[in-house]
């Protein structure tokens, strides 16, 4: 089955650095990918949606500034948070589709700011 | 705006027992997911749910879809402790695109 990976799993970083979140495709080509966040027992809200070779569109409420996105190939796409802060912390997901694929998803990224 | 709202949010349960989930979506759409997570994970892919009158079924769940009545359900027949997670409903914002809205999620705990 399709298989996506996300790296990390858990990161803890001080207040004012950037993250870097990779999502990668290991056994399909990903035309399209997308971030989630998710606070505790909340949902998961749509950040953004990525396409191979081309800008990412962000959710309204999205900082283009702060969450960078880019999908520089049909197996990559990476979530940058530039100069976190603590109400950053969550849960990032990411998924990734093929053509008239489904989503799969990554198994998560814990982001923690202090 | 696509909203889905998902019903009850929280349900506690006892083995052995039958309950329903409910999924009511306000947009027009075709394609509808559920998938499972546990705590701390990411989520599971359920069911892919393609048009209207469909029902699948994997072990005690079983899932079906009206969309005359924007209306889907989750079934859960003679739960059992494993089944304890917590469950969401997604519908496709733009038919095709797959830019999923996901449902509030509801917490199910099946207790012995």
């Known amino acids: 089955g399709a298989v996506v990976s996300q790296h990390p799993s858990w990161v803890i970083c001080k207040s004012g650095t950037s993250v870097k979140i990779e999502c990668r495709s290991l056994d399909f080509q990903a035309t399209t990918m997308f971030w989630y966040r998710q606070f505790p027992k909340q949902s998961l809200m749509l950040m953004a949606t990525?396409?191979?070779?081309?800008?990412?569109?962000?959710e309204q409420g999205v900082e283009k500034d702060k969450f960078l996105i880019n999908h520089a190939s049909l197996t990559l796409s990476t979530l940058t948070v530039t100069s976190a802060h603590p109400e950053d912390s969550s849960f990032y997901i990411c998924?990734?589709?093929?053509?008239?694929?489904?989503?799969?998803f990554g198994d998560g990224t814990r982001l923690s700011i202090l | 705006e696509l909203k889905v709202e998902q019903n009850p949010l929280f349900l506690s349960m006892q083995e052995g027992k039958n309950y329903t989930i409910y999924c009511n979506y306000s947009t027009t759409s075709d394609r509808l997911y559920w998938y499972r997570q546990d705590p701390g994970k990411s989520l599971e892919s359920l069911f892919v749910?393609?048009?209207?009158?469909a029902v699948k079924q994997e072990g005690r769940l079983m899932a079906s879809l009206d969309t005359k009545a924007r209306l889907s359900t989750l079934h859960i027949t003679a739960a059992v402790h494993d089944l304890s997670a917590t469950y969401f409903c997604a519908v496709d914002l733009i038919q095709g695109a797959q830019k999923l809205v996901f449902g509030q999620g509801t917490r199910l705990t099946i207790n012995p």
């Open positions: 749910l393609l048009s209207n009158g």
């Open positions: 998924s990734a589709k093929g053509p008239n694929q489904p989503q799969h």
């Open positions: 990525s396409n191979e070779g081309s800008k990412a569109t962000y």
